[in-house]
């Protein structure tokens, strides 16, 4: 005798989704977006409805504020165009970054404690900022071609995950190597003379260090912009971008062009590590690895893979991490906001990867890293 099979379950109703399909991830980036949100806001509230006696900001201290965060945004995006050059060529992230800026700055100091001790960097001040510009770009652009023949041209055709475990060993090695030759104490830079004191660009007073930054980095970001658009250089490098075998087919020499990446990131990096070590009077082996989590957060938050992204993340980065903990924290009491500025990077990235892996001048998809 056949038996019957009865099914026993509730009949779906019209237009009813399954519980599996409920867009979980998408519910909770809203419910993040709406704290974070509220965060802000609430934090900005406290903090600007402050009165003086528990330490409310002035107006000046907030332009002050502004200021710094540019200029520090400047070094920042100095960095990260590097992170975005060898990632458009490449697709890879290259991690020992962070040590070829440390490089040039250590490549300065020595050249700067000469001219200090000689009398030329306080009587021709100029010129001794332009040789020690130049030395940083030299030395970083040294190390950053290194690195590219030694550690990674050999593991062109490997997985992707080996040259980044390959850029973390390499960065790891620079910096024991340096700590190795110089020691781990923070060696004091010179100071310029010529540079204490402010300038008044526009009304607006500025220290000269913060305004020989912003300057340099104004002027290094338009002659990337132009080499990359008008040579032929440029030109190539923008071909291997998009495709290296017809490049290759049409005659460009893709070892050459990889090779002048490199070197361009170092050079970049190189007078980011100068400006750095005039700003904050010191260098150290160790000195390049949160400015490089920095830098390629803001290449990352720009749009890895972009010149504009990496500017504009450099520069939006430097003010987040200026302003934000004075802006967000100072209202709940908390004793020293600035000391949480590195909180800012690592928070900004992650929130830009649940959010938006592609960067704001990105596609807005997660790149396969």
């Known amino acids: ?11 779906s109703r019209p237009g009813a989704r399954p519980a599996s399909n409920f867009p979980v991830r998408r519910a909770v980036q809203w419910g993040l977006g ?26 000046q201290q907030w332009r002050d504020l502004a200021v710094a965060g540019i200029a520090q945004g400047g070094v920042i995006a100095m960095i990260a165009l590097g992170y975005s050059l060898v990632y458009g060529i490449l697709l890879m992230i290259n991690f020992a970054h962070g040590e070829v800026f440390m490089a040039g700055a250590f490549g300065s100091y020595f050249v700067a404690h000469t001219l200090d001790q000689n009398g030329m960097l306080n009587r021709d001040p100029v010129v001794s900022i332009v040789i020690l510009l130049a030395v940083g770009v030299v030395v970083s652009s040294f190390v950053a071609v290194l690195l590219e023949r030694v550690a990674y041209r050999p593991l062109r055709g490997a997985p992707r995950l080996v040259p980044l475990i390959t850029a973390i060993g390499a960065s790891l090695f620079l910096q024991n190597t340096f ?24 009304g607006i007073p500025i220290l000269r260090t913060f305004a020989l930054t912003i300057i340099v980095t104004l002027v290094a970001l338009a002659g990337l912009v132009l080499f990359v658009s008008k040579t032929k250089t440029g030109k190539s490098m923008r071909a291997v971008a998009t495709d290296k075998e017809t490049a290759s087919l049409m005659g460009i020499n893709v070892d050459r062009v990889i090779v002048t990446t490199f070197a361009i990131g170092g050079m970049m990096a190189g007078l980011a590590g100068v400006l750095y070590a005039m700003v904050f009077g010191f260098v150290k082996f160790d000195m390049g690895f949160l400015p490089g989590i920095a830098a390629f957060t803001a290449a990352v938050l720009g749009g890895i893979g972009s010149i504009a992204g990496a500017a504009l993340g450099g520069f939006a980065l430097g003010l987040l991490q200026s302003v934000a903990p004075f802006l967000l924290l100072a209202g709940f009491h908390v004793p020293s ?26 596609t807005g998809e997660a790149e396969k890293v």
Do not use: C
């Not at 709406?34 to 107006?59: C, D, W």
């Not at 310029?192 to 008044?200: F, M, Q, V």
């Open 1 to 11: 005798m056949a038996t019957t099979h009865v099914d026993a379950s509730p009949p």
């Open 34 to 59: 709406v704290a974070i949100v509220l965060f802000v806001a609430i934090g900005s509230y406290r903090t600007l409805t402050l009165t003086a006696a528990h330490g409310r900001l002035s107006p």
């Open 179 to 202: 700590r190795g030759f110089f020691g781990e104490a923070a060696k004091g830079y010179p100071a310029i003379n010529t540079l204490n004191g402010h300038w008044t660009i526009l």
């Open 337 to 362: 906001p600035n000391q949480l500025k590195d909180v800012v990077s690592f928070s900004i990235l992650v929130l830009v990867l649940i959010f938006r892996p592609g960067g704001i001048l990105g």
